[in-house]
């Protein structure tokens, strides 16, 4: 039972256009969200997080947006640059369970120069 | 040492045999994660270490897998009588104590590849 889903595994975009990766949740307990990024021989580095009480937020050229009632949300990335290209994860966790943190199959996107 | 280290980078080892992988977590940190990425899937969570408290060890697969950790330092993931189903890239990771935001972020090590023929 994925409680954190990417349904897209790949994706391919061209150099400075926007990137939009996906994430579906079911369980209705998450409250904090978070993205990671994953190089090649590397571990998940930590991109940028959303409360669920806000429905987006933004660092530089990664925005993340929120949509509880469809328990949806995305990552974008404008412009989009050869070195975004990675396994993105979604992850959730719950106010209840803060020490657990549930990560989606991951997207892997690789941006095209 | 700035980051999580993990030992071996790699390890190829026969079926049947035990293997141990060793993980570093970031000074001060005081929760230790493992998880194990298999081929094409996601994280998979295995077992959770938080200061003195009693692990966490809901998400280890089988009794062939454990794990122990020193005080608030190295940690040791052992699988017992490898199978070729355990090949996967194990991944460490700690986090900080605080309040809650920093309790989510996890930083991870590079993770250990291991192969069982």
């Known amino acids: 039972d994925q409680q954190v889903k990417q349904n897209s595994p790949s994706l391919s975009v061209q150099e400075g256009r926007i990137s939009i990766l996906n994430c579906d949740y079911t369980n209705s307990m998450f409250d904090y969200f978070l993205w990671y990024k994953k190089y090649p021989a590397e571990g998940p580095t930590f991109l940028i997080s959303i409360s669920s009480i806000k429905d987006k937020n933004e660092d530089g050229r990664f925005t993340v947006f929120l949509n509880k009632s469809a328990k949806h949300l995305s990552l974008h990335i404008v412009p989009s640059q050869p070195g975004d290209s990675a396994v993105y994860f979604c992850?959730?966790?719950?106010?209840?369970?803060?020490?657990?943190?549930?990560f989606g199959p991951g997207t892997s996107l690789s941006v095209i120069p | 040492g700035a980051g999580v280290s993990q030992s071996p980078s790699n390890k190829v080892t026969e079926k049947g045999k035990d293997v141990e992988l060793r993980c570093d977590p970031i000074?001060?940190?005081?929760?230790l994660y493992w998880y194990r990425q298999r081929l094409g899937q996601g994280l998979e969570f295995l077992i959770y270490f938080q200061g003195n408290s009693a692990p966490d060890k809901s998400g280890l697969p089988s009794d062939r897998f454990s794990a122990e950790r020193t005080g608030e330092s190295v940690s040791t993931l052992t699988i017992q009588r490898t199978q070729q189903e355990d090949s996967a890239v194990y991944l460490c990771?700690?986090?900080?104590?605080?309040?809650?935001?920093?309790?989510?972020?996890?930083?991870f090590g590079p993770g250990t590849r291991l192969t069982v023929l």
């Open positions: 992850a959730a966790s719950a106010v209840t369970s803060y020490d657990k943190v549930i």
């Open positions: 000074s001060g940190h005081t929760a």
């Open positions: 990771a700690s986090r900080q104590p605080g309040p809650p935001l920093f309790q989510i972020t996890q930083y």
